[in-house]
């Protein structure tokens, strides 16, 4: 069984300011993929990045980068100098290397206040 | 038109009424998903087409059919819904296969957000 857990419920900072999302996890699977979902008000999961079990190299792309430690089984999230525009819901989602299916956190909602 | 699109944007229906939602990805994915999202709830898979063959059916009540016509379509048919079946239902569609794809993560659509009366 596949289990993501955010424990964060609600975030709210002020503009310019980072965020850190909390995403921990827990699977069977040795390989795996993980990602990190938006959900502004509109209603659409956006796909914002995905990480490989097997690739531990943290990246950054624009303002966000990401934190993967396999040993913690955790896979947290940073927007850097957030903005307005960055208010929404965000999820954390696990799916197995040969499986379709995607389990989601409970989604962390972060306010940025101008 | 690109991505993932949904229609309707909004539902009303009727527990005696029959009703459907249209989904339709424009990315060549080969897979297809229905979600539900309820609120204070995680979303929850319902429906998973591969292929055009349902390869999942998490324990999905009757009242929901799910149909997938073609790689490119997929639609959730609605009869004698309940009340607590108000939520905003997802589609998805992702490259599954092959298996280990480079490109796994799924695309949704906006929902359609359903309320039932």
């Known amino acids: 069984a596949q289990k993501v857990t955010q424990a964060q419920t609600e975030i709210s900072v002020v503009e310019k300011e980072d965020v850190t999302l909390d995403c921990v996890y827990e699977?069977?699977?040795?390989?795996?993929?993980l990602f990190w979902y938006k959900q502004p008000p509109s209603g659409e999961l956006v796909f914002l990045i995905r990480?490989?079990?097997?690739?531990?190299q943290n990246e950054i792309s624009g303002r966000y980068s990401w934190n993967f430690q396999k040993s913690t089984s955790s896979f947290n999230f940073t927007i850097t100098a957030s903005q307005v525009v960055d208010s929404a819901v965000y999820f954390c989602a696990l799916s197995g290397y040969n499986d379709y299916k995607l389990s989601f956190g409970a989604g962390t909602t972060v306010t940025v206040r101008a | 038109e690109t991505g993932v699109t949904q229609t309707p944007r909004h539902l009303v229906m009727g527990m005696t009424n029959k009703k459907s939602l249209k989904c339709e990805q424009h990315l060549g994915h080969n897979a297809m998903y229905w979600y539900k999202q309820s609120a204070k709830k995680p979303l929850e898979l319902m429906f998973v087409?591969?292929?055009?063959?349902?390869?999942e059916n998490n324990s999905v009540p009757s009242r929901f059919s799910p149909e997938c016509p073609n790689s490119s379509h997929l639609f959730l048919h609605l009869h004698t819904l309940q009340p607590e079946d108000s939520a905003l239902y997802l589609c998805?569609?992702?490259?599954?296969?092959?298996?280990?794809?480079?490109?796994?993560?799924?695309?949704f659509g906006q929902g359609t957000r359903l309320t039932v009366v």
């Open positions: 087409y591969s292929l055009e063959e349902r390869v």
């Open positions: 998805a569609s992702s490259q599954a296969l092959p298996l280990g794809t480079d490109s796994p993560e799924a695309f």
């Open positions: 699977t069977r699977d040795t390989t795996y993929y």
């Open positions: 990480r490989n079990s097997f690739d531990e």
